[in-house]
């Protein structure tokens, strides 16, 4: 039975795979003439700028899900696994090229254009960019937030992701890691813990412990942090 299942599946995300690289190349499409008007300087109306965010989206997100689907059945290692994968990268690319045109031209969008969705299909889009990309948008975004316009987690994941992967510690404390050695995840080790809460309520942000609680499930120790930020900084590597 399980065979037979997993062979039901296979078959179900082949269709899929073909389904989806025609949506690809439509939405491929779809995107051409509002990044032509970007580039005249003109403005977007509402609906055809959620389009294209929504268009996005979905170049951004299906082969992903794709991709995760099949890796459930077949494993990292599987041929349509690592197609799905260059498909999302290829994808990304366009989508930053979109996301940038849109940015340097329009600037940000206000938020009753586009909502919170639209606002959070941007910056996932950055997110997923390198972190050359992200440092050059975020005074970008520092300026959306203090003007009211976007929502502070945009900008703490943001600036916390670039701090990670330069192996900093990070500001807002969003960013977690998997410690093999402990088989568990824990925080990323942060600046001055004991203050992080004073940062984050400076830009918006309730309590980490709340955060960590509600987003991960996982709970805030500050001791433990004090401690664990403290061994960063005296081992001066990144991989703790």
């Given at each position: 039975m399980a065979a037979f299942v997993a062979s039901a599946q296979t078959q179900y995300l082949m269709s899929a795979t073909q389904m989806s690289l025609r949506l690809v190349l439509l939405a491929t499409l779809i995107l051409l003439v509002p990044l032509q008007v970007f580039a005249q300087g003109d403005n977007v109306d509402r609906q055809d700028l959620m389009g294209l965010l929504e268009t996005v989206f979905e170049l951004e997100q299906l082969p992903i899900r794709m991709r995760d689907s099949l890796m459930a059945i077949h494993g990292v290692d599987h041929e349509q696994v690592k197609t799905y994968q260059r498909l999302y990268e290829e994808n990304h690319a366009e989508n930053e090229k979109t996301i940038r045109t849109l940015l340097d031209s329009q600037g940000w969008p206000n938020r009753s254009e586009v909502g919170e969705r639209g606002h959070w299909i941007i910056a996932n889009v950055l997110q997923h960019s390198s972190n050359e990309v992200r440092i050059m948008y975020l005074p970008m975004m520092r300026e959306e937030v203090e003007e009211g316009n976007l929502n502070p987690r945009f900008l703490a994941r943001a600036e916390d992701r670039i701090a990670t992967e330069r192996g900093d510690l990070q500001v807002y404390g969003g960013q977690m890691k998997y410690y093999p050695?402990?088989?568990?995840?824990?925080?990323?080790p942060v600046?001055?813990?004991e203050n992080i809460d004073v940062r984050r309520a400076a830009i918006g942000l309730g309590p980490i412990a709340d955060h960590l609680r509600e987003r991960f499930d996982f709970e805030w120790d500050?001791?433990?942090q004090i401690r664990r930020t403290r061994?960063?900084?005296q081992s001066g590597k990144n991989e703790r």
């Open positions: 050695e402990t088989q568990t995840f824990n925080v990323w600046l001055d813990p500050l001791k433990e061994e960063f900084e």
